[in-house]
């Protein structure tokens, strides 16, 4: 997939500095994770910090439906690679917008997803698949952040400059977001059937397989455009 548009680290508004050391047990009480998550946890999260919280009291935008507050976490790495089920379970205990600060040895990367209210229960979230930003040197020029009417259009910016596909002309970010997710599921697909395919002795089964793999790479394809 292609890559984000943002390529600078963001400069947050001091007064919307939180700076609360999270603890991972405290995480663990709201999300209830597996044993194979907390493992990731301990393996790959030095130190989680929730070092902003964007509000209209904060920085003077107000609110939008489903965008109260973004909140930033700042999530220091041991060796570079977060899980995204790790990203879940931090979004599962928090009940808000989340745009993650992942840190490493001087670097900075962005993630996040598209994270709404259940329309049949506003207590519960719905939470699309993760976004990436590349990897931006500490040392560089910070960018403030995009100017903007509201919190749901800051939220859209956050998402829109990490995703790594761009809006198609009246698309809406639902319709973004749901595009990225079929694209990711269709990229799957065609992995596990280049895989079959591959270890396939029969002739004519090869010739199918291929034959369906060039059918979802059209498909994948035309999602991307």
Do not use: C
Request: proline fraction near 4%.
């Amino acid at each position: 997939m292609s890559s984000s548009v943002i390529l600078h680290p963001y400069a947050f508004p001091k007064a919307a500095a939180f700076g609360r050391m999270v603890a991972k047990g405290k995480i663990y009480e709201y999300a209830t994770p597996t044993k194979k998550v907390k493992e990731l946890f301990v393996a790959q999260v030095e130190k989680i910090t929730w070092s902003y919280k964007l509000s209209p009291a904060t920085i003077n935008l107000p609110a939008s439906a489903g965008v109260e507050e973004i909140q930033i976490f700042s999530v220091r790495l041991k060796n570079g690679d977060l899980s995204h089920e790790v990203l879940q379970t931090v979004d599962k205990a928090i009940p808000s917008p989340i745009l993650f600060e992942l840190l490493f040895k001087g670097r900075t990367r962005y993630v996040g997803a598209y994270k709404r209210p259940n329309e049949a229960d506003k207590n519960k979230w719905v939470v699309s698949s993760y976004f990436q930003s590349t990897w931006m040197d500490n040392e560089t020029e910070r960018v403030n952040l995009p100017v903007v009417l509201s919190m749901g259009a800051l939220y859209q910016a956050f998402l829109t400059a990490i995703s790594p596909l761009r809006f198609r002309e009246g698309e809406t970010l639902d319709n973004l977001v749901a595009r990225i997710d079929l694209l990711r599921v269709k990229e799957r697909e065609a992995e596990k059937l280049e895989n079959r395919m591959k270890k396939e002795k029969q002739f004519n089964r090869r010739v199918e397989m291929n034959r369906a793999l060039n059918e979802l790479n059209i498909e994948i394809n035309t999602l991307k455009e």
